[in-house]
Protein backbone atom coordinates (compact mmCIF):
# COMPACT_ATOMS: atom_id res chain seq x y z
CA UNK A 1 0.00 0.00 0.00
CA UNK A 2 1.21 3.16 -0.88
CA UNK A 3 1.87 5.70 2.19
CA UNK A 4 -0.52 9.14 1.94
CA UNK A 5 1.91 12.32 2.76
CA UNK A 6 -0.04 14.88 4.58
CA UNK A 7 -0.96 18.09 3.35
CA UNK A 8 1.69 20.06 4.67
CA UNK A 9 4.28 17.68 3.09
CA UNK A 10 2.77 16.97 -0.35
CA UNK A 11 2.66 20.64 -0.81
CA UNK A 12 6.47 20.62 0.26
CA UNK A 13 7.58 18.62 -2.40
CA UNK A 14 4.91 20.06 -5.18
CA UNK A 15 7.06 23.17 -4.33
CA UNK A 16 10.59 21.39 -4.67
CA UNK A 17 9.52 19.65 -7.54
CA UNK A 18 8.57 22.94 -9.23
CA UNK A 19 11.46 24.73 -8.35
CA UNK A 20 13.90 21.63 -9.64
CA UNK A 21 12.12 21.57 -12.50
CA UNK A 22 12.57 25.57 -12.90
CA UNK A 23 16.17 25.24 -12.50
CA UNK A 24 16.72 22.55 -14.97
CA UNK A 25 14.89 25.19 -17.65
CA UNK A 26 16.72 28.28 -16.50
CA UNK A 27 19.84 26.81 -17.29
CA UNK A 28 22.42 25.26 -19.53
CA UNK A 29 22.40 21.21 -19.51
CA UNK A 30 24.69 19.98 -16.16
CA UNK A 31 24.25 23.15 -14.24
CA UNK A 32 21.87 21.56 -12.17
CA UNK A 33 22.49 18.31 -9.77
CA UNK A 34 18.85 17.02 -9.04
CA UNK A 35 19.87 13.42 -7.94
CA UNK A 36 19.49 13.22 -4.49
CA UNK A 37 23.09 11.72 -4.04
CA UNK A 38 24.76 14.25 -5.95
CA UNK A 39 23.09 16.85 -3.91
CA UNK A 40 24.17 14.97 -0.60
CA UNK A 41 27.44 15.81 -1.63
CA UNK A 42 27.03 19.45 -0.49
CA UNK A 43 24.80 19.14 2.20
CA UNK A 44 27.14 20.86 4.40
CA UNK A 45 31.40 21.84 5.15
CA UNK A 46 33.94 20.50 7.11
CA UNK A 47 32.11 22.00 10.48
CA UNK A 48 31.52 18.78 13.07
CA UNK A 49 27.63 18.34 14.01
CA UNK A 50 26.68 21.70 12.00
CA UNK A 51 23.14 21.26 11.11
CA UNK A 52 22.33 20.62 7.57
CA UNK A 53 19.56 19.68 5.51
CA UNK A 54 19.39 18.34 1.95
CA UNK A 55 19.07 21.10 -0.87
CA UNK A 56 16.70 21.00 -3.07
CA UNK A 57 18.77 21.66 -5.71
CA UNK A 58 22.31 22.30 -6.58
CA UNK A 59 23.18 24.73 -9.22
CA UNK A 60 27.19 24.87 -10.79
CA UNK A 61 26.96 28.29 -12.29
CA UNK A 62 29.69 29.35 -14.80
CA UNK A 63 28.82 33.01 -15.37
CA UNK A 64 27.43 36.13 -12.76
CA UNK A 65 24.25 36.28 -15.18
CA UNK A 66 23.31 32.67 -13.91
CA UNK A 67 24.46 33.23 -10.58
CA UNK A 68 21.73 36.60 -10.95
CA UNK A 69 19.04 34.47 -13.09
CA UNK A 70 19.08 31.87 -9.92
CA UNK A 71 18.48 34.05 -7.15
CA UNK A 72 15.50 35.75 -9.19
CA UNK A 73 14.36 32.62 -9.56
CA UNK A 74 14.58 31.60 -6.07
CA UNK A 75 13.08 34.88 -5.12
CA UNK A 76 9.58 33.75 -6.45
CA UNK A 77 9.23 30.90 -5.32
CA UNK A 78 10.55 31.93 -2.04
CA UNK A 79 13.15 29.38 -1.85
CA UNK A 80 16.64 30.17 0.10
CA UNK A 81 20.05 30.15 -1.41
CA UNK A 82 23.06 29.11 -0.08
CA UNK A 83 26.25 30.18 -1.79
CA UNK A 84 29.18 27.82 -1.39
CA UNK A 85 32.77 27.40 -2.31
CA UNK A 86 34.77 24.81 -2.17
CA UNK A 87 33.29 23.22 1.37
CA UNK A 88 36.13 24.12 3.59
CA UNK A 89 35.01 26.37 6.37
CA UNK A 90 34.94 24.98 9.50
CA UNK A 91 31.35 26.86 11.27
CA UNK A 92 29.03 25.70 9.00
CA UNK A 93 28.34 28.50 7.10
CA UNK A 94 27.95 26.70 3.69
CA UNK A 95 25.75 23.92 5.05
CA UNK A 96 22.41 23.53 3.25
CA UNK A 97 19.19 24.60 4.58
CA UNK A 98 15.80 23.15 4.32
CA UNK A 99 14.01 23.92 1.39
CA UNK A 100 16.83 25.85 -0.32
CA UNK A 101 19.08 25.71 -3.32
CA UNK A 102 23.11 25.87 -3.22
CA UNK A 103 24.47 27.69 -5.37
CA UNK A 104 28.04 26.28 -5.93
CA UNK A 105 31.04 28.75 -7.53
CA UNK A 106 33.24 25.79 -7.83
CA UNK A 107 33.43 26.54 -12.07
CA UNK A 108 33.72 29.98 -12.03
CA UNK A 109 37.21 29.31 -11.87
CA UNK A 110 39.10 31.56 -13.98
CA UNK A 111 42.03 34.50 -13.16
CA UNK A 112 40.43 37.18 -15.52
CA UNK A 113 43.38 39.59 -14.99
CA UNK A 114 47.02 40.36 -13.33
CA UNK A 115 47.72 43.82 -14.12
CA UNK A 116 51.25 44.55 -13.20
CA UNK A 117 51.40 47.98 -13.60
CA UNK A 118 48.52 48.91 -10.96
CA UNK A 119 49.05 45.76 -8.97
CA UNK A 120 45.92 43.94 -8.79
CA UNK A 121 44.22 40.43 -10.04
CA UNK A 122 40.62 40.42 -11.08
CA UNK A 123 39.67 36.93 -10.72
CA UNK A 124 36.28 34.77 -10.27
CA UNK A 125 35.32 32.80 -6.37
CA UNK A 126 36.14 29.77 -7.44
CA UNK A 127 39.68 29.96 -8.23
CA UNK A 128 41.82 28.60 -5.51
CA UNK A 129 44.16 29.90 -3.49
CA UNK A 130 46.97 28.56 -4.05
CA UNK A 131 46.38 29.25 -7.96
CA UNK A 132 46.16 33.12 -7.71
CA UNK A 133 49.32 33.00 -5.72
CA UNK A 134 50.81 30.68 -8.86
CA UNK A 135 49.30 33.20 -11.15
CA UNK A 136 50.87 36.57 -9.27
CA UNK A 137 54.25 34.56 -8.79
CA UNK A 138 54.72 34.23 -12.64
CA UNK A 139 55.07 38.22 -13.36
CA UNK A 140 57.01 38.38 -9.55
CA UNK A 141 53.82 39.73 -7.64
CA UNK A 142 52.42 38.24 -4.34
CA UNK A 143 48.93 37.87 -2.74
CA UNK A 144 49.32 37.55 0.69
CA UNK A 145 46.27 36.08 2.52
CA UNK A 146 47.41 31.97 3.42
CA UNK A 147 44.77 30.46 5.08
CA UNK A 148 46.08 26.37 6.05
CA UNK A 149 43.55 25.80 3.67
CA UNK A 150 45.37 27.19 0.57
CA UNK A 151 45.72 24.71 -1.41
CA UNK A 152 42.03 24.12 -1.69
CA UNK A 153 40.27 26.62 -0.58
CA UNK A 154 38.43 29.26 -2.77
CA UNK A 155 38.91 32.98 -3.19
CA UNK A 156 35.16 33.37 -2.49
CA UNK A 157 34.83 31.33 0.62
CA UNK A 158 37.97 33.27 1.70
CA UNK A 159 36.61 36.45 1.19
CA UNK A 160 33.45 34.83 2.58
CA UNK A 161 35.05 34.43 5.75
CA UNK A 162 37.96 37.23 5.58
CA UNK A 163 40.13 34.60 6.53
CA UNK A 164 43.97 35.16 7.06
CA UNK A 165 46.67 32.25 7.26
CA UNK A 166 50.30 32.45 8.12
CA UNK A 167 51.19 35.80 6.77
CA UNK A 168 48.40 37.78 8.44
CA UNK A 169 50.29 38.92 11.60
CA UNK A 170 52.39 40.97 9.21
CA UNK A 171 50.52 41.29 6.04
CA UNK A 172 46.78 41.58 7.67
CA UNK A 173 43.50 39.53 6.52
CA UNK A 174 41.72 39.08 3.65
CA UNK A 175 39.96 42.19 3.41
CA UNK A 176 43.12 44.57 3.12
CA UNK A 177 43.31 43.44 -0.29
CA UNK A 178 39.94 43.00 -1.93
CA UNK A 179 39.32 46.49 -3.65
CA UNK A 180 36.40 45.26 -5.58
CA UNK A 181 33.55 43.10 -6.04
CA UNK A 182 30.88 42.24 -8.52
CA UNK A 183 27.44 40.67 -6.04
CA UNK A 184 24.77 39.22 -6.81
CA UNK A 185 22.05 41.24 -3.96
CA UNK A 186 19.71 39.55 -1.70
CA UNK A 187 16.90 41.31 -4.60
CA UNK A 188 18.53 39.77 -7.91
CA UNK A 189 20.80 42.73 -8.94
CA UNK A 190 24.31 42.44 -10.22
CA UNK A 191 26.22 45.15 -9.30
CA UNK A 192 29.58 46.28 -8.69
CA UNK A 193 30.96 48.24 -5.58
CA UNK A 194 34.91 49.20 -5.29
CA UNK A 195 37.15 50.82 -7.28
CA UNK A 196 40.77 49.44 -8.63
CA UNK A 197 42.25 52.72 -7.68
CA UNK A 198 44.93 53.35 -5.30
CA UNK A 199 42.53 55.95 -3.07
CA UNK A 200 39.14 56.25 -2.74
CA UNK A 201 36.88 57.06 -0.45
CA UNK A 202 33.30 57.96 -2.16
CA UNK A 203 30.25 56.30 -0.10
CA UNK A 204 30.42 54.12 1.93
CA UNK A 205 32.31 50.91 2.52
CA UNK A 206 30.38 48.48 0.90
CA UNK A 207 33.24 45.83 -0.01
CA UNK A 208 34.63 46.08 3.93
CA UNK A 209 30.97 44.92 4.97
CA UNK A 210 30.90 42.28 2.24
CA UNK A 211 34.07 40.09 2.83
CA UNK A 212 33.82 38.12 6.41
CA UNK A 213 30.06 38.40 5.91
CA UNK A 214 29.60 34.50 4.63
CA UNK A 215 27.09 35.12 1.54
CA UNK A 216 24.52 36.58 4.29
CA UNK A 217 24.13 39.92 2.04
CA UNK A 218 25.37 39.41 -1.56
CA UNK A 219 26.93 36.53 -3.51
CA UNK A 220 30.38 37.35 -4.76
CA UNK A 221 30.82 36.28 -8.72
CA UNK A 222 34.12 38.38 -8.85
CA UNK A 223 36.91 39.67 -6.45
CA UNK A 224 39.48 42.43 -7.49
CA UNK A 225 42.19 42.22 -5.27
CA UNK A 226 45.39 43.78 -4.25
CA UNK A 227 49.11 42.25 -5.07
CA UNK A 228 52.39 43.21 -3.74
CA UNK A 229 55.45 43.16 -5.19
CA UNK A 230 57.46 39.35 -4.12
CA UNK A 231 59.41 39.75 -1.28
CA UNK A 232 62.85 38.63 0.49
CA UNK A 233 63.47 35.46 1.09
CA UNK A 234 62.68 34.52 4.69
CA UNK A 235 64.60 33.65 6.99
CA UNK A 236 63.38 30.73 9.81
CA UNK A 237 63.67 30.31 13.32
CA UNK A 238 62.52 27.27 15.34
CA UNK A 239 61.83 27.09 19.45
CA UNK A 240 60.95 23.54 21.74
CA UNK A 241 59.14 24.49 24.91
CA UNK A 242 58.18 22.17 27.45
CA UNK A 243 54.66 23.97 27.42
CA UNK A 244 51.99 25.70 25.86
CA UNK A 245 51.87 28.38 28.47
CA UNK A 246 56.00 28.67 27.78
CA UNK A 247 55.45 29.02 24.36
CA UNK A 248 52.85 31.53 24.77
CA UNK A 249 55.25 33.81 26.65
CA UNK A 250 57.80 33.69 24.07
CA UNK A 251 55.25 35.23 21.43
CA UNK A 252 54.49 37.28 24.06
CA UNK A 253 58.14 38.43 24.34
CA UNK A 254 58.42 38.43 20.55
CA UNK A 255 55.94 41.36 20.37
CA UNK A 256 57.43 43.04 23.16
CA UNK A 257 60.67 43.18 21.45
CA UNK A 258 58.73 45.18 18.84
CA UNK A 259 59.46 42.04 16.20
CA UNK A 260 56.75 41.78 13.48
CA UNK A 261 57.31 38.49 11.93
CA UNK A 262 56.19 37.12 8.72
CA UNK A 263 55.29 34.13 10.51
CA UNK A 264 54.66 33.11 14.25
CA UNK A 265 53.42 29.68 14.21
CA UNK A 266 52.02 27.27 16.99
CA UNK A 267 51.67 23.61 17.24
CA UNK A 268 51.70 20.75 19.55
CA UNK A 269 53.55 17.94 19.74
CA UNK A 270 49.98 16.21 19.16
CA UNK A 271 50.03 18.19 16.06
CA UNK A 272 53.04 16.43 14.66
CA UNK A 273 52.90 13.04 15.36
CA UNK A 274 49.73 13.08 13.80
CA UNK A 275 51.26 14.52 10.54
CA UNK A 276 54.22 12.18 10.89
CA UNK A 277 52.01 8.86 11.20
CA UNK A 278 50.21 10.43 8.51
CA UNK A 279 52.44 11.26 5.55
CA UNK A 280 55.58 9.43 7.44
CA UNK A 281 57.73 13.06 7.45
CA UNK A 282 60.14 11.69 10.28
CA UNK A 283 60.02 15.14 12.00
CA UNK A 284 59.24 14.66 15.73
CA UNK A 285 60.02 17.48 18.38
CA UNK A 286 61.23 15.97 22.03
CA UNK A 287 58.72 18.73 23.29
CA UNK A 288 55.23 19.79 24.33
CA UNK A 289 55.15 22.96 21.88
CA UNK A 290 56.65 24.12 19.00
CA UNK A 291 56.97 28.00 17.95
CA UNK A 292 57.73 28.73 14.40
CA UNK A 293 59.07 31.58 13.35
CA UNK A 294 60.01 33.86 10.06
CA UNK A 295 61.11 37.28 9.34
CA UNK A 296 61.75 38.91 5.61
CA UNK A 297 63.23 41.89 6.38
CA UNK A 298 66.18 41.85 4.00
CA UNK A 299 70.05 42.03 4.70
CA UNK A 300 70.94 43.08 7.74
CA UNK A 301 67.89 44.10 9.13
CA UNK A 302 66.49 40.37 8.66
CA UNK A 303 69.99 39.06 11.13
CA UNK A 304 68.87 41.51 13.69
CA UNK A 305 64.85 40.23 13.69
CA UNK A 306 66.03 36.80 13.24
CA UNK A 307 68.63 37.18 16.37
CA UNK A 308 65.75 38.77 18.21
CA UNK A 309 62.99 36.62 17.77
CA UNK A 310 65.88 33.95 19.13
CA UNK A 311 66.39 35.70 22.11
CA UNK A 312 62.76 35.75 22.48
CA UNK A 313 62.79 32.09 22.50
CA UNK A 314 65.50 31.78 24.91
CA UNK A 315 64.50 34.49 27.60
CA UNK A 316 60.95 32.71 27.59
CA UNK A 317 62.44 29.23 28.37
CA UNK A 318 63.26 27.36 25.46
CA UNK A 319 64.20 24.14 25.93
CA UNK A 320 65.55 24.40 22.35
CA UNK A 321 66.34 27.09 19.93
CA UNK A 322 67.82 28.10 16.67
CA UNK A 323 67.72 29.37 13.72
CA UNK A 324 67.36 27.07 10.78
CA UNK A 325 70.30 26.15 8.53
CA UNK A 326 68.30 23.53 6.51
CA UNK A 327 65.41 25.35 4.32
CA UNK A 328 64.24 22.25 3.27
CA UNK A 329 63.79 21.31 6.74
CA UNK A 330 62.35 24.75 7.37
CA UNK A 331 59.77 24.12 4.84
CA UNK A 332 58.65 20.75 5.77
CA UNK A 333 57.95 22.46 9.44
CA UNK A 334 55.59 24.66 7.98
CA UNK A 335 54.12 22.07 5.69
CA UNK A 336 53.21 19.96 8.88
CA UNK A 337 51.73 23.08 10.19
CA UNK A 338 49.36 23.53 7.20
CA UNK A 339 48.85 19.49 7.28
CA UNK A 340 47.80 19.71 10.91
CA UNK A 341 43.80 19.62 10.80
CA UNK A 342 43.51 16.81 8.09
CA UNK A 343 46.10 14.79 10.21
CA UNK A 344 43.99 14.92 13.49
CA UNK A 345 40.66 14.68 11.16
CA UNK A 346 42.10 10.84 10.72
CA UNK A 347 42.07 10.03 14.33
CA UNK A 348 38.13 11.08 14.74
CA UNK A 349 35.44 14.12 14.53
CA UNK A 350 37.11 16.99 15.53
CA UNK A 351 35.26 20.61 16.78
CA UNK A 352 37.62 23.18 15.82
CA UNK A 353 37.63 26.50 17.71
CA UNK A 354 38.96 29.67 16.23
CA UNK A 355 39.25 32.26 19.16
CA UNK A 356 41.55 35.31 18.97
CA UNK A 357 42.56 37.26 22.06
CA UNK A 358 45.47 40.14 22.57
CA UNK A 359 48.70 38.55 22.10
CA UNK A 360 49.63 39.56 25.46
CA UNK A 361 46.95 37.48 26.42
CA UNK A 362 48.00 33.88 24.66
CA UNK A 363 49.83 32.33 27.79
CA UNK A 364 46.28 32.86 30.15
CA UNK A 365 44.03 31.57 26.85
CA UNK A 366 46.70 28.36 26.48
CA UNK A 367 46.35 27.39 30.32
CA UNK A 368 42.44 28.02 30.11
CA UNK A 369 42.23 25.32 26.81
CA UNK A 370 44.43 23.00 28.84
CA UNK A 371 42.36 23.16 31.88
CA UNK A 372 38.90 23.33 30.07
CA UNK A 373 40.02 20.04 27.88
CA UNK A 374 41.50 18.82 31.69
CA UNK A 375 38.13 18.99 33.22
CA UNK A 376 36.07 17.78 30.44
CA UNK A 377 38.13 14.96 29.74
CA UNK A 378 38.41 15.84 26.12
CA UNK A 379 42.00 15.69 23.94
CA UNK A 380 43.00 19.29 23.07
CA UNK A 381 45.78 19.46 20.24
CA UNK A 382 46.82 23.10 19.44
CA UNK A 383 47.29 24.90 16.61
CA UNK A 384 47.67 28.36 16.47
CA UNK A 385 48.65 31.58 14.22
CA UNK A 386 50.18 32.64 17.61
CA UNK A 387 52.20 35.72 16.37
CA UNK A 388 48.28 37.88 16.37
CA UNK A 389 46.83 35.79 19.07
CA UNK A 390 44.63 33.54 16.59
CA UNK A 391 44.50 29.91 18.49
CA UNK A 392 42.80 26.62 16.93
CA UNK A 393 42.21 24.79 19.88
CA UNK A 394 41.32 20.94 18.33
CA UNK A 395 39.11 18.71 20.21
CA UNK A 396 39.29 15.55 18.78
CA UNK A 397 36.56 12.73 19.91
CA UNK A 398 36.25 9.24 19.09
CA UNK A 399 33.87 8.26 16.75
CA UNK A 400 30.52 7.17 17.76
CA UNK A 401 31.30 8.26 20.86
CA UNK A 402 28.11 10.54 21.59
CA UNK A 403 29.09 11.05 25.59
CA UNK A 404 32.46 12.46 24.14
CA UNK A 405 30.33 14.80 21.77
CA UNK A 406 28.51 16.43 24.53
CA UNK A 407 31.38 17.20 26.64
CA UNK A 408 33.73 18.64 23.40
CA UNK A 409 30.65 20.73 22.34
CA UNK A 410 30.84 21.94 26.29
CA UNK A 411 34.11 22.41 26.42
CA UNK A 412 33.88 24.23 22.65
CA UNK A 413 31.57 26.70 24.23
CA UNK A 414 34.19 27.21 27.87
CA UNK A 415 36.76 27.90 25.48
CA UNK A 416 34.68 30.63 23.76
CA UNK A 417 34.14 32.39 27.22
CA UNK A 418 37.33 32.50 28.29
CA UNK A 419 38.71 33.90 24.77
CA UNK A 420 36.06 36.82 25.52
CA UNK A 421 36.98 36.94 29.17
CA UNK A 422 40.20 37.77 28.20
CA UNK A 423 39.24 40.57 26.01
CA UNK A 424 39.04 38.50 22.70
CA UNK A 425 36.77 37.60 19.70
CA UNK A 426 34.48 34.26 19.26
CA UNK A 427 36.20 33.64 15.56
CA UNK A 428 39.38 34.99 13.97
CA UNK A 429 39.01 34.14 10.56
CA UNK A 430 37.05 30.94 10.43
CA UNK A 431 33.52 33.00 10.83
CA UNK A 432 30.59 32.73 12.59
CA UNK A 433 28.35 30.39 10.39
CA UNK A 434 26.74 28.03 13.06
CA UNK A 435 28.98 27.25 15.21
CA UNK A 436 29.71 30.30 16.47
CA UNK A 437 26.59 32.07 16.76
CA UNK A 438 25.75 32.06 20.38
CA UNK A 439 29.16 33.53 21.05
CA UNK A 440 28.76 36.18 18.96
CA UNK A 441 25.60 37.42 20.71
CA UNK A 442 27.71 37.20 23.88
CA UNK A 443 30.47 39.19 22.32
CA UNK A 444 28.15 42.07 20.91
CA UNK A 445 26.03 44.37 22.67
CA UNK A 446 22.14 43.91 21.79
CA UNK A 447 22.19 47.34 20.30
CA UNK A 448 25.31 46.28 17.77
CA UNK A 449 23.45 43.05 16.85
CA UNK A 450 20.15 44.67 15.80
CA UNK A 451 22.57 46.53 13.75
CA UNK A 452 23.67 43.75 11.81
CA UNK A 453 20.00 42.21 11.76
CA UNK A 454 19.25 45.42 10.30
CA UNK A 455 21.62 45.72 7.66
CA UNK A 456 20.45 42.19 6.52
CA UNK A 457 17.13 43.19 6.41
CA UNK A 458 18.22 46.57 4.26
CA UNK A 459 20.37 44.20 2.03
CA UNK A 460 18.78 41.27 2.01
CA UNK A 461 14.84 42.09 2.54
CA UNK A 462 13.40 38.83 1.83
CA UNK A 463 15.67 36.51 4.07
CA UNK A 464 16.62 34.09 1.39
CA UNK A 465 20.59 34.66 1.47
CA UNK A 466 22.15 31.85 3.86
CA UNK A 467 19.52 31.94 5.99
CA UNK A 468 19.91 31.14 10.25
CA UNK A 469 23.64 32.06 9.79
CA UNK A 470 25.84 34.43 11.35
CA UNK A 471 22.69 36.73 13.16
CA UNK A 472 19.92 35.04 13.55
CA UNK A 473 16.71 36.25 13.25
CA UNK A 474 14.50 38.25 15.84
CA UNK A 475 12.60 35.72 17.83
Known sequence: MTAVLPDVDRDR??????????LVLLLPEGTVLTAPESREQYRDDEAEWAPSALPVAVVRPTTAEQVRDVVRLCLRHGAPVVARGAGTGLSGGANAVEGGVVVSLERMDAVVEVNTL????????GVVNDDLRSAAAEVGLWYPPDPA????STIGGNV??????VCCVKYGVTR????????????GELVRVGRRTAKGVAGYDLVGLLVGSEGTLGIVTEVTVRLRPARPAEQTVVGY???LVAAGGAVAAVAAAGVVPSALELLDEQCLAAVDAWKNTGLRADAVAILLARVDAPGPAGDAEADAVLAAFETAGASWAARSGDQAEADALFAARRLAYPALERLGPVLTEDVCVPVGAVPAMLARVEEIGRRHDVRVATIAHAGDGNLHPLLITPPGDDAARERAQRAFAEIITAAL?????????????LLKRDGLEAELD????????ALRRALDPHGILNPGKVVAARP
Open 13 to 22: HHAEDALRSA
Open 421 to 433: DLGGTVTGEHGVG
Open 149 to 152: SSPW
Open 176 to 187: DYVLALQVVTGT
Open 118 to 125: ERYAVVQP
Open 241 to 243: FDS
Open 160 to 165: ATNAGG
Open 446 to 453: PAVTEMHR
